[in-house]
Structure formats: structure tokens, C-alpha cells
């Protein structure tokens, strides 16, 4: 790695914006070490620089135009986020240093909140496991609510109401990405068997080639435009109701085809689902 590069990162990490807008200028690789500054952003919850990042990215041409694909990745890569030692305790509670959930909608530019709502979590914590529980926080309430604040509100409320579309096709994909996948961070032991992806053909391409490959031998699949059509999401706008058709990867039960029917227009509420096993997999990990 060059120096500029290294400094980059450094920069990067201890969020000196200015330094790190100079050395991009200089021409430091913003993806430099399987791009280290932006997860350093993700992991401190780090807005204004994830801003300047992705800005930098869009105004030099290294990302044309934002695709499905690109939001899968970066879901991806903050579920791999490692889980801070002070959360997964018997009264562990979020400090402000953590990851902010509200900054998935800079990877998911077809959603927003509703006015007056914040995307935000609370430490869930079981002893033998860990994980976020995600909840609409009115913007003038009180910041890092506890476990037990949190089941009081959501009761009777739950975020995905809070989410409001901007009612293009992938606007409901980033919907379906957002419930699916949303929790999947800082997992902690038996949680991590919450590992349900979303898959494109891309994601097939680099993690799971073999296993549809298998199905589609067995199917006698030879086309590469059907094995295609097994797994790409499609959305169908309908006057009322929005239809996204798309598929789901887990280690323990394998790719899964989900049918789900949302309402069209704000609160999207669900309408109806259903979903079909096209191949079972184990890997036979225990946690």
C-alpha cells in the first residue's frame, strides 16, 4: 500500500474529514484496504464522513449510477462488523461510539424516515446471545434507550410503519433488503444464525455458485438466462400494492424464494407473503 494511502486511512479513521478530503485530491484509493475508511465511518457511526466518501465516489466516476447490488454489498459488510465488548453484558448499554442505524439510508437512497423519526436500536442481550432491536425513535426523545424502553414503545409500533418509500421499483427492494437484513449486526453467538442474505446473481457469482449450479443440474437448467430468473428480484407495481419477488441464502436452510406483497403507498404496511424452498442446504455449523 502507498503511503498516501496509508495516510489516507489513518485520516480516515480518526475522522479528520479535512485531511482526508486533501489526500483524496492527491489521489489516495478511497477503496484502499478493502475500503477501510469507510467501515472505520460505519463502525464510529461517523455521518459526515460517510458522506464525504460516498460523494467522492459519485463525483469521480468510480460509481456511475447506484444499484441493488451496491446496497447488498454494504449490508453485507456491516452485519461483518465486529460486536464492541461493552454491549453483549448483563446491563450493557449503547455509549454513542457504536454504529448508527440511521445511516443505512445512505446505502438505501430510495427509503426514508418518517418527519420527525430517527432509525434506531437497542441492545438486546441473553447471555448465550446478542443482537440489535431495531425502532423508530421520534427525533426530541432521548438517545441509547434501554432494552426495557424500547419493548415499551414497540409494542404498539414497529419501525418498517416508519419507513416511507419513494415509490420507484427499487425503492420496495430496498424495503425487502432493510427487513430482512436490517438486525444482522453485531451479533452476538447463538445470534449469528441469523445469516438470511439477500442474493443476486452477483452475490451467487462470488458465494454460492455450487449450490444453485446442483439445483440446476438436478432441474436439468442449462440456460444461464434461467438460472438468472431462479434468483434476480423483480418488483411489479401494482395501483394499490407493490409485488417484490426474490430470493434468500442461509446457511442453515439454503435459497428460499419470497412473494411479498406490500401497500403501494405510505404506511407500507405488508399484505401478504409466501415463500418457497428451491434449495436446501446445511452447513452444518454450530454456534
Given at each position: 500500500m502507498s503511503e498516501l494511502d496509508e495516510n489516507f486511512i489513518l485520516s480516515a479513521q480518526k475522522g479528520d474529514i479535512g485531511t482526508v478530503e486533501g489526500l483524496l485530491e492527491q489521489g489516495a484509493d478511497i477503496h484502499a484496504s478493502d475500503d477501510k475508511a469507510f467501515m472505520s465511518a460505519f463502525e464510529r457511526g461517523n455521518e459526515k464522513m460517510l458522506r464525504l466518501l460516498f460523494d467522492h465516489e459519485r463525483s469521480s466516476g468510480q460509481i456511475e449510477q447506484w444499484n441493488f447490488d451496491r446496497s447488498i454489498y454494504w449490508f453485507n459488510r456491516i452485519?461483518?462488523?465486529?460486536?464492541?465488548?461493552?454491549?453483549?453484558?448483563?446491563d450493557g448499554k449503547r455509549n454513542g461510539t457504536e454504529f448508527d442505524a440511521n445511516l443505512y439510508f445512505l446505502v438505501l437512497p430510495h427509503l426514508s424516515m418518517k418527519e420527525g423519526f430517527r432509525l434506531d436500536y437497542a441492545y438486546l442481550y441473553f447471555y448465550e446471545s446478542g443482537e440489535p432491536a431495531l425502532f423508530a425513535r421520534p427525533v426530541d426523545s432521548e438517545n441509547y434507550w434501554s432494552s426495557d424502553d424500547w419493548s415499551d414503545w414497540v409494542e404498539n409500533n414497529h419501525y418498517l410503519d416508519y419507513i416511507v418509500a419513494d415509490g420507484s421499483p427499487e425503492s420496495y427492494l430496498e424495503l425487502v433488503l432493510l427487513s430482512t437484513m436490517g438486525s444482522h449486526f453485531y451479533l452476538f453467538w447463538h445470534a449469528q444464525y441469523m445469516d438470511t442474505r439477500l442474493i443476486t446473481d452477483t452475490y451467487v457469482a462470488d458465494h454460492i455458485k455450487d449450490i444453485l449450479n446442483e439445483y440446476c443440474l438436478k432441474q436439468n437448467i442449462k440456460n444461464k438466462k434461467e438460472q438468472l430468473e431462479i434468483i434476480e428480484p423483480t418488483v411489479e407495481l401494482k395501483e394499490n400494492s407493490s409485488v417484490v419477488t426474490y430470493c434468500t441464502f442461509s446457511e442453515w436452510t439454503g435459497i428460499v424464494r419470497h412473494r411479498k406483497s406490500y401497500k403501494r403507498y405510505f404506511p407500507h404496511k405488508l399484505l401478504d407473503e409466501e415463500e418457497t424452498t428451491i434449495v436446501q442446504?446445511?452447513?452444518g455449523i454450530d454456534i
Amino acid at each position: 500500500m502507498s503511503e498516501l494511502d496509508e495516510n489516507f486511512i489513518l485520516s480516515a479513521q480518526k475522522g479528520d474529514i479535512g485531511t482526508v478530503e486533501g489526500l483524496l485530491e492527491q489521489g489516495a484509493d478511497i477503496h484502499a484496504s478493502d475500503d477501510k475508511a469507510f467501515m472505520s465511518a460505519f463502525e464510529r457511526g461517523n455521518e459526515k464522513m460517510l458522506r464525504l466518501l460516498f460523494d467522492h465516489e459519485r463525483s469521480s466516476g468510480q460509481i456511475e449510477q447506484w444499484n441493488f447490488d451496491r446496497s447488498i454489498y454494504w449490508f453485507n459488510r456491516i452485519s461483518g462488523m465486529n460486536t464492541p465488548d461493552h454491549l453483549p453484558q448483563k446491563d450493557g448499554k449503547r455509549n454513542g461510539t457504536e454504529f448508527d442505524a440511521n445511516l443505512y439510508f445512505l446505502v438505501l437512497p430510495h427509503l426514508s424516515m418518517k418527519e420527525g423519526f430517527r432509525l434506531d436500536y437497542a441492545y438486546l442481550y441473553f447471555y448465550e446471545s446478542g443482537e440489535p432491536a431495531l425502532f423508530a425513535r421520534p427525533v426530541d426523545s432521548e438517545n441509547y434507550w434501554s432494552s426495557d424502553d424500547w419493548s415499551d414503545w414497540v409494542e404498539n409500533n414497529h419501525y418498517l410503519d416508519y419507513i416511507v418509500a419513494d415509490g420507484s421499483p427499487e425503492s420496495y427492494l430496498e424495503l425487502v433488503l432493510l427487513s430482512t437484513m436490517g438486525s444482522h449486526f453485531y451479533l452476538f453467538w447463538h445470534a449469528q444464525y441469523m445469516d438470511t442474505r439477500l442474493i443476486t446473481d452477483t452475490y451467487v457469482a462470488d458465494h454460492i455458485k455450487d449450490i444453485l449450479n446442483e439445483y440446476c443440474l438436478k432441474q436439468n437448467i442449462k440456460n444461464k438466462k434461467e438460472q438468472l430468473e431462479i434468483i434476480e428480484p423483480t418488483v411489479e407495481l401494482k395501483e394499490n400494492s407493490s409485488v417484490v419477488t426474490y430470493c434468500t441464502f442461509s446457511e442453515w436452510t439454503g435459497i428460499v424464494r419470497h412473494r411479498k406483497s406490500y401497500k403501494r403507498y405510505f404506511p407500507h404496511k405488508l399484505l401478504d407473503e409466501e415463500e418457497t424452498t428451491i434449495v436446501q442446504y446445511d452447513s452444518g455449523i454450530d454456534i
